[in-house]
């Protein structure tokens, strides 16, 4: 059973490593890093890049 969970936690942090990114602005002075897709990250959010 052990062997079982390892796997699967092993594949969901695969899965979410593979769905991370930064984008940039226009003038490449300012980043946001994000998770699943770049609308959902904080900075998006509140605007800190615009």
Same mark, same amino acid.
């Given at each position: !059973?052990?062997?079982? %969970? @390892?796997? &699967? &936690? *092993?594949?969901? @942090? =695969?899965? @979410?490593? *593979? +769905?991370? /990114?930064?984008?940039?602005?226009?003038? %490449? #002075? +300012? =980043? !946001? #890093?994000?998770?699943?897709? $770049?609308?959902? =990250? &904080? $900075?998006?959010? &509140? /605007?800190? +890049?615009?």
């Amino acid at each position: !059973m052990k062997v079982v %969970k @390892l796997a &699967i &936690i *092993g594949a969901v @942090l =695969s899965v @979410l490593a *593979g +769905c991370t /990114g930064t984008t940039y602005n226009a003038a %490449k #002075d +300012c =980043s !946001m #890093d994000y998770l699943l897709v $770049p609308a959902l =990250s &904080i $900075p998006a959010m &509140i /605007g800190a +890049c615009n």
